[in-house]
């Protein structure tokens, strides 16, 4: 037991501790009889319990992916964003990730805060060796459906990877819209580099959302990313559509003839 040591400076050194340390600092500060640490003590043991976990589940990603890829093949993950959505466009992303090293907390974006999804794809925009992204813009989706559209916007990311890919690993069902396709239902949750796409693809549609809203005031694209809340229905029916809509998916909110 250390007794040169405060109260605060030893929580904060728990607080703070990197994975790795954690172990350490348990096994030093274990004996120390005041209830504060020993509070601490508890809340650093689930955390690292808590991360141990985390650490299976994203090696288990890897894994999969590795298992998919097979020895020294190029592999890129691809998924898409805004496929529901009833403005805005529709994202496309596609990603190669590094050997090493593995990037802790991949997951379904879906899964992730938003603070988390954003501080992870600067991550992967730092370590990827390539990331390509596409955008199907409302008039093309409206004007082609939207699985045309998806397949248009899945070649784009690939090509603006720079990349000629072994594998193509897709969320979901099958596609066709690569001839190197192989499809993982419920991949962006079970596969790193489509996790990974995911998240850039989220990020990335969610600021063009954001920024939407400066040149469309009054559609809550800023808040609900172009998707039918309440909000956003509303405002449609009160202000009718505008440019940044996809007319074929609000005909259930408005008369006919007040869609064009």
């Known amino acids: 037991m250390d007794n040169t040591q405060s109260v605060k400076e030893i929580i904060a050194a728990l607080k703070l501790a990197e994975l790795e340390e954690l172990p350490g600092l348990l096994n030093r500060y274990s004996e120390d009889p005041r209830k504060q640490i020993q509070k601490a003590l508890g809340v650093a043991k689930r955390r690292y319990e808590h991360e141990l976990q985390e650490r299976k589940r994203v090696r288990a990603m890897y894994d999969f992916m590795n298992t998919l890829a097979g020895k020294d093949a190029v592999v890129l993950g691809v998924d898409e964003v805004g496929r529901g959505a009833v403005a805005g466009p529709l994202t496309v992303c596609a990603v190669q990730l590094p050997k090493d090293p593995i990037i802790w907390g991949l997951n379904d974006s879906k899964k992730l805060s938003p603070h988390k999804r954003e501080e992870l794809a600067k991550t992967i925009a730092h370590f990827a060796p390539a990331i390509g992204i596409?955008?199907?813009?409302?008039?093309?989706?409206?004007?082609?459906?939207?699985?045309?559209?998806?397949?248009?916007?899945?070649?784009?990311?690939?090509?603006?990877?720079?990349?000629?890919?072994?594998?193509?690993?897709?969320?979901?069902?099958?596609?066709?819209?690569?001839?190197?396709?192989?499809?993982?239902?419920?991949?962006?949750?079970?596969?790193?580099?489509?996790?990974?796409?995911?998240?850039?693809?989220?990020?990335?549609?969610?600021?063009?959302?954001?920024?939407?809203?400066?040149?469309?005031?009054?559609?809550?694209?800023?808040?609900?990313?172009?998707?039918?809340?309440?909000?956003?229905?509303?405002?449609?029916?009160?202000?009718?559509?505008?440019?940044?809509?996809?007319?074929?998916?609000?005909?259930?909110?408005?008369?006919q003839d007040s869609l064009f």
């Open 134 to 255: 596409a955008h199907i813009d409302p008039e093309h989706i409206d004007a082609a459906g939207m699985s045309a559209s998806l397949r248009v916007a899945i070649n784009r990311a690939i090509k603006d990877s720079g990349l000629e890919p072994d594998l193509v690993l897709l969320d979901g069902n099958s596609m066709h819209a690569h001839p190197k396709e192989k499809n993982v239902i419920g991949g962006d949750a079970k596969v790193a580099c489509i996790a990974a796409a995911s998240i850039v693809a989220k990020v990335s549609r969610d600021s063009i959302m954001r920024m939407s809203e400066l040149d469309y005031p009054g559609y809550s694209f800023a808040k609900s990313k172009g998707y039918a809340s309440p909000e956003h229905i509303k405002a449609i029916q009160t202000l009718g559509p505008c440019e940044y809509h996809r007319k074929t998916f609000i005909t259930s909110f408005l008369p």
